[in-house]
Each structure stands twice: as structure tokens, then as C-alpha cells.
């Protein structure tokens, strides 16, 4: 039988029709499949940074091909923040889906810091190297914001390289300290991203013109910044004092640290062995043991050694470093009014540990920007409540 007689046949014609079903049901199974889900959206910064920022409905493709690869699109559009500069609003392709599997997606987060992948920072830093100059040299906020472009809106880093051990804010109570914060700025930066600690910088502004409440402008510190991001240590620093020594590590011990031993107006002398004053670090469990500052202490001077009290009553101990590397340099500043009644708050401190502190603050939040190297609170505060 001929081929052509052979293919007019029913037997055949059956057969040429399974064949077309077979590649019909083929192309189906291998062409595109869409997939929609909802995840967080991410500010793209020019330095190729990013952080999590509103949701949005992101839409990626799969297509199996011979090389048995995998491709995904992420459509980021109309980008905003508040406060966070400029973004850019833009379509941006990524390699999202593991090319070992055509169904495992991988999480957006994992573009800039996967904690699987990255290995931990090491206890001790390699590049510490002891003295760091202090600059005298005055900056605009606008060229510092240029300076530190890998500082993510209000004022947080992480280590790009590592997973970092510590979780640290630093909290400064703040007033009519321009000069000072921006050199506090340009110091700080590059000091804590040499140590490869996460770190956020959060200022808090005392509104109006009372008497100036330090201690309490902490505790609103600790609260508001437990609100940002999950710190594990908090740093309570004055904003003019410069750490000298880079070996200074802003971490947190076992036992509540005083970290300002060797100020430079002091003569780099511990003025008296139970000080707690100027920069000093406690854990959150630590802070909430003790209840936080006292609220009480209107005006200069006593809420340190408050803290001090509350440590040694709930059997904490005061660590610190070496004077030789504990110091730092005080910027000259206007000294505040003392407290007339500190020395009675002192007196009877032990009758209040209990009530005075996190558990009685009041405060009213006016205003909080997530300024670029910096998170900014301004509170009102009121010494009759």
C-alpha cells in the first residue's frame, strides 16, 4: 500500500488527531501561568537600597523553557514615602523564583539582606583601630543626607555584609541643638556602621520652652522607638558628646554599661564611681525592670544618678571600659538650670521605683518624621501632670 492510499485511511486519520490532541494539551501545560500575591512594597533608593515601605499587588511570569529556567517581573509603581526623600517609581526585573525550582518564590525581602545567606558579624569588628578623630568641621544637613546615601529614612542601618548581633536605638533627648546634632551626625554615622551594628537614631525633642526634662524625654525614647523596629539594646546619649575610640562597642552586656567614663571637660577623670550620667546602655528587659528614668527630675542634673539607684535596688551593677577607651569629647554648650529639688527626689527615690517611670509617663506626640538620618519626635510634656 502506497504511503498517500496508507493516510487517507480511518486508522490513520485516528492517529493524526491523537498527535494534534497531544500537542495541544502540551502547549497548555507549558505556556504561561500568572500569578498574583500581595507583598510588601519596597523604596528603591539610588544607592540600590531598599526598605519596606506600604503594600502592593506585585505580578510575576513563569514560563518553562529548554534551558528549564525561570524568570519573574516585579512591577513597582508609584512609589511615595513620607519624609523619606526621593524614590523612584519605575518597573524593575528581578530573578524572584529559585532557578532550581519553577514553583519556589523567593521573598522580596531576600534582594537586599537574606538572614539565611548572610553569615553573623563577628563579635569583635576587623576594623577597629582605637582613636577616631573628632571633626570640627560644620556640615548642612543637606550634605550630610548626600554623605550617608546607605542610611535608610529615619536614621536606620543594617550591615549589608552580616547579620548583625545587636538591634541598637540611640535615643537623645534634644533642644535648640542644631550645631551639635549635625556633628553628632557626621560622627555617629560612620562610628556605628564600623562596629556592623542595626542601629536607628531617634531625637527627642522637648516642645515649648519649660524646664527641660531629660530623664522623661528617655523614657518617651525607649517607648516610640519599641514602635520602629525590634531593638534589643538602647543607647541613652547626650548630643554632645563624641565617642573617641572606635573600640567603644555600642552594645549591650549582661550588666547595664556606663559608657562615658573619660569626658574631655572632666579631664577625662571618672568624677565619682556610681555616675550613669551622659551616654549609657541598657537592655529592654533591663529598662523595663527598673522601670525606666523617674519622670520627677525638672531641669539639670540627679536623673543619672536616680538610674543608678534604681540599678544597684534591683541588683544590677554598673560595668564599664577602660578610661582609655571609654572617652569622648564634649561640645561646648550652655550649661541648663539646675533642679532645686534633686537632692530631695534622691532622698526618697527608693519610695517611688515603683510608680515613677515607664508606668506614669504622659506625653503628647505632636509630630514624628522619618527625616533621612534621623527619626524625629516632637512631644509636649508638661511638669504639672
Request: hydrophobic share 35%.
Amino acid at each position: 500500500m502506497s504511503l498517500q492510499l496508507w493516510m487517507r485511511t480511518p486508522l490513520c486519520k485516528v492517529l493524526i488527531c491523537l498527535g494534534l490532541l497531544l500537542v495541544g494539551l502540551q502547549y497548555m501545560f507549558s505556556g504561561t501561568l500568572n500569578v498574583y500575591r500581595h507583598e510588601p512594597l519596597f523604596y528603591i533608593h539610588g544607592n540600590g537600597g531598599a526598605h519596606l515601605g506600604h503594600s502592593i499587588s506585585w505580578h510575576h511570569t513563569m514560563r518553562n523553557n529548554a534551558s528549564n529556567s525561570s524568570t519573574a517581573t516585579l512591577l513597582l509603581m508609584n512609589l511615595t514615602a513620607n519624609n523619606a526623600g526621593t524614590t523612584i517609581g519605575t518597573f524593575m526585573s528581578r530573578n524572584l523564583v529559585d532557578t532550581s525550582s519553577n514553583t519556589t518564590i523567593k521573598n522580596p525581602s531576600d534582594l537586599r539582606n537574606s538572614s539565611t545567606e548572610l553569615p553573623l558579624c563577628p563579635l569583635i569588628p576587623a576594623d577597629l583601630k582605637g582613636p577616631v578623630p573628632i571633626s570640627d568641621v560644620a556640615h548642612s544637613m543637606e550634605q550630610l543626607e548626600l554623605l550617608f546615601d546607605n542610611v535608610e529614612p529615619g536614621g536606620h542601618y543594617t550591615p549589608p555584609n552580616c547579620r548583625a548581633r545587636s538591634k541598637v536605638a540611640l535615643v537623645i533627648p534634644y533642644r535648640d541643638r542644631a550645631s551639635q546634632l549635625t556633628a553628632f551626625l557626621y560622627h555617629m554615622h560612620p562610628f556605628l556602621q564600623k562596629q556592623q551594628l542595626e542601629y536607628g537614631i531617634i531625637i527627642v525633642e522637648q516642645a515649648g520652652t519649660g524646664p527641660f526634662n531629660r530623664a522623661m524625654l528617655m523614657n518617651i525614647g525607649f517607648v516610640e522607638a519599641q514602635k520602629l523596629h525590634k531593638y534589643d539594646c538602647f543607647i541613652f546619649h547626650d548630643v554632645d558628646l563624641l565617642p573617641e575610640d572606635d573600640r567603644n562597642l555600642y552594645t549591650c552586656p549582661e550588666q547595664p554599661r556606663h559608657m562615658s567614663v573619660a569626658v574631655s571637660t572632666l579631664r577625662y577623670r571618672l568624677p565619682y564611681k556610681d555616675i550613669f550620667g551622659g551616654v549609657s546602655a541598657l537592655t529592654l528587659e533591663q529598662f523595663k525592670t527598673v522601670n525606666g528614668f523617674s519622670n520627677k527630675f525638672w531641669g539639670w542634673g540627679g536623673e543619672d544618678d536616680d538610674m543608678a539607684n534604681r540599678l544597684k535596688y534591683h541588683d544590677y551593677h554598673i560595668s564599664r571600659y577602660p578610661a582609655n577607651i571609654a572617652r569622648y569629647k564634649m561640645l561646648p554648650h550652655r550649661r541648663q538650670p539646675a533642679n532645686p529639688k534633686r537632692h530631695e527626689f534622691l532622698y526618697n527615690g527608693n519610695k517611688r521605683f515603683t510608680t515613677d517611670g515607664l508606668n506614669n509617663l504622659h506625653y503628647n506626640p505632636k509630630d514624628l518624621k522619618l527625616n533621612k538620618l534621623y527619626t524625629w519626635i516632637l512631644v509636649e510634656i508638661s511638669e504639672n501632670r
